[in-house]
């Protein structure tokens, strides 16, 4: 036992559950792994579609998803997701009842919280891919156009692939807000890493050691990410970088002069 | 070097002037076209033949690349009627009435007009390779091995057989607009747009592209090419064709136009520049 000032911190304690981790923390990691990645994918998804409508030619799909963008960019994730969770519930609208899925049991805190980070995600994605989308030269556009591609095409080969490189960037960045802010799930009773943590402590009283070993996963957690990111990125720029043996001007045409 | 492009089966005189009693391959009929409220076409007509070289020409701002984005549709037109292969490019005729194509309609179209940019506008996230071989593979669905065989063989006509692999960022813009050249012949289409495609080039990087060109139009292909490049206009083009604020003010063979009996507009014209 350390102490610290005022409060005493239990080396052993700390160890113990930082390297020998209860199952309960186990599961609250691969709780907040998979809430993140599972709302990260929808928000992509959905934010696409939210792009898509913001470029649109018709202005009252611009307009929605303009209004869609402001209102959840504007508001804090934590006032959604009770606005979502008890709001919804309490108007009727929608009770959270569990959904078996197979061998999963989907509690309805949980189907809240994967709804409100996803459309939360979607607005944020969307302004990310908006902007990419929109510095992609005309005629880039043009030129799909030129060999006869419809638009679908276009956006699929020539457009989104292009976009995803200014894209990643920004992705790696939401996705590790994405992460971290899976924490807040708990005040709805998400047992996720934070949600796990808590309740250890509320048998515990382990307070500062529980949430530095939360701390300690999460930083684990968003490191991996961002190496993963940094390789990411690389393998996207390859095409920019000059090749090895570059470029002399071929001048074997020239001859014909 | 010896570049066979194109299709050879034409063996179409090359005559300048609308050569009568032929089909048109391209045919712009009275077209008008204005941007906001600036009228930038004011009725153009132009028949092209099949096998025919038209350079067109004339000062900045006259509308050259307006016209030529018009025959693909890449600019809507506000009035007359432009074809190509004999099908109405952009509309549909009902009861007299032209209703205007979806863009997937329209693409159907342009599958078969080719189009080399100014600005050679590759795909940079491709290679020379990939992006000879993406029109053939994405909008006409045709088998990935058969397609890169072609694809290839474009490129070794190009001069570029050794760049396949190369990005865009990796290649020389002459080299560049090669590839948009073998990019748009990879569809087969039945008339090559050229707008101005070598005024973004170093000069000396010029000459690769334009005997590329020369080499498209000794095989027969059907070309519309803007160009300040008044050599290849004189040696290459079977008709010269000059724009003024919008409209055609003239049209004749090369002879005609470089010659001693030339019109004051086009010495005006070829000595501005000088
Ligand atoms: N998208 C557009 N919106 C508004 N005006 C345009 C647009 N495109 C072209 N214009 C105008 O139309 C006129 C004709 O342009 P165009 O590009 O066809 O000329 P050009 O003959 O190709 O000239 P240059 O030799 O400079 O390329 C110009 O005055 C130009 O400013
Ligand atoms: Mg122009």
């Excluded at chain 2, 334009?210 to 292909?221: I, P, S, T």
Aim: proline share 4%; with cysteine; aromatic share 6%.
């Amino acid at each position: 036992m350390i102490h610290i000032g005022g409060i005493s911190f239990d080396l052993d304690f700390f160890l113990k559950y930082l390297f020998n981790p209860p199952e309960m923390i186990w599961h609250g990691i691969l709780m907040t792994i998979a809430i993140a990645i599972i709302a990260q994918v929808a928000g992509v998804v959905l934010g696409f579609g939210v792009a898509i409508a913001r470029l649109s030619k018709f202005a009252m799909l611009r307009g929605l998803a303009g209004l869609y963008s402001w209102a959840w960019r504007g508001t804090p994730v934590l006032v959604q997701l009770l606005i979502v969770y008890t709001g919804v519930a309490a108007a009727g609208v929608y009770r959270y009842p569990e959904i078996a899925l197979g061998p999963l049991l989907i509690s309805g805190p949980l189907q809240a919280a994967l709804i409100t980070l996803s459309l939360n995600e979607a607005a944020y994605m969307g302004e990310i891919f908006r902007g990419a989308i929109q510095t992609i030269d005309r005629g880039q556009i043009d030129a799909a156009r030129a060999i006869g591609m419809r638009p679908s095409t276009a956006m699929r080969w020539v457009i989104l692939p292009q976009a995803m490189r200014t894209v990643i960037p920004p992705l790696g960045n939401e996705f590790t807000l994405m992460i971290k802010g899976t924490s807040l799930l708990s005040v709805i009773g998400v047992r996720e890493l934070f949600g796990s943590v808590q309740n250890i402590n509320s048998a515990t009283f382990k307070t500062f050691e529980l949430f530095l070993i939360a701390a300690i996963w999460y930083l684990a957690m968003t490191t991996v990410l961002s190496i993963v990111q940094r390789f990411v990125e690389a393998r996207l720029r390859r095409h920019e970088l000059p090749a090895a043996a570059t470029v002399k001007p071929n001048r074997s045409l020239l001859s014909a002069r | 070097m010896v570049l066979e492009l194109g299709m050879s089966d034409t063996s179409m005189e090359r005559t300048g002037g609308n050569p009568a009693g032929l089909q048109p391959i391209v045919r712009v009929a009275d077209v008008h076209k204005s941007f906001g409220q600036v009228q930038i076409l004011k009725g153009v007509s132009l028949d092209v033949a099949r096998g025919e070289v038209v350079v067109l020409v004339g000062r900045s701002g006259s509308g050259k690349t307006t016209l030529v984005r018009c025959i693909n549709r890449l600019e809507l037109i506000d009035k007359g009627r432009i074809y190509v292969d004999g099908e109405l490019i952009g509309y549909k005729e009902k009861a007299g009435k032209l209703i205007p194509e979806s863009e997937a309609a329209v693409a159907r179209h342009r599958r078969h007009i080719g189009m080399v940019f100014q600005r050679f506008n590759l795909f940079p996230h491709l290679t020379a390779l990939e992006n000879v071989m993406v029109g053939p593979v994405r909008v006409l669905h045709r088998p990935k091995s058969e397609v890169q065989q072609e694809a290839q063989a474009l490129l070794a006509k190009v001069g570029l057989g050794e760049k396949v692999h190369n990005y865009p960022s990796q290649l020389s813009g002459g080299q560049q607009q090669r590839v948009a050249i073998a990019r748009a012949l990879a569809m087969k289409p039945s008339v090559m747009l050229f707008d101005e495609p070598t005024s973004a080039l170093d000069p000396e990087t010029v000459d690769e592209v334009l005997d590329v060109m020369r080499n498209l139009a000794k095989g027969g292909m059907t070309m519309i090419v803007v160009t300040h490049e008044m050599r290849f206009a004189r040696d290459v083009s079977d008709r010269i064709v000059m724009m003024e604020a919008g409209a055609i003010v003239e049209a004749g063979t090369p002879e005609a136009f470089f010659g001693n009996s030339r019109s004051e507009r086009s010495k005006a014209f070829l000595s501005a520049l000088q």
